[in-house]
């Protein structure tokens, strides 16, 4: 079992950064790719990166190339999303997952966790 646990969303204004938080307590932290995906009220959860076990790989949605960095610190069973030059548009739940392998969906993470939410105003 792998409990996740997000923080840092807020309210920012367009343009603006934000860096996530997701801290996992449970299994060996490094067997798992990491996600971040997210949900905007009334659309369907969509992907936003992931990151492999050992960081060696990361994918990012079209959306937030060039503007998110996910990374994450093995040591301290953290992962973490640079958020900058926020949009309108980037308003969303934010969830992390963990799973395996390092894919893009979501039906490959099997831990998820609550939820951090970002408001990016106009």
């Known amino acids: 079992q792998v409990h996740l646990v997000e923080s840092g969303g807020g309210l920012v204004q367009t343009g603006g950064s934000l860096r996530l938080s997701c801290a996992a307590s449970?299994?060996?932290?490094?067997?798992?790719?990491m996600g971040w995906f997210r949900q905007a009220p009334g659309k369907e959860r969509e992907f936003v990166a992931t990151?492999?076990?050992?960081?060696?790989?990361?994918y990012y949605a079209d959306s937030v190339t060039a503007r998110f960095t996910i990374s994450r610190d093995n040591a301290k069973n953290t992962v973490y999303l640079q958020m900058n030059s926020l949009k309108p548009e980037d308003t969303a739940t934010y969830s992390c997952?963990?799973?395996?392998?390092?894919?893009?969906?979501?039906?490959?993470?099997?831990?998820w966790g609550q939820g951090t939410q970002v408001t990016v105003s106009s």
């Open positions: 997952a963990a799973g395996w392998p390092t894919t893009t969906s979501e039906d490959s993470y099997r831990y």
């Open positions: 449970g299994r060996t932290f490094s067997n798992y790719a």
């Open positions: 990151i492999s076990g050992s960081g060696s790989m990361k």
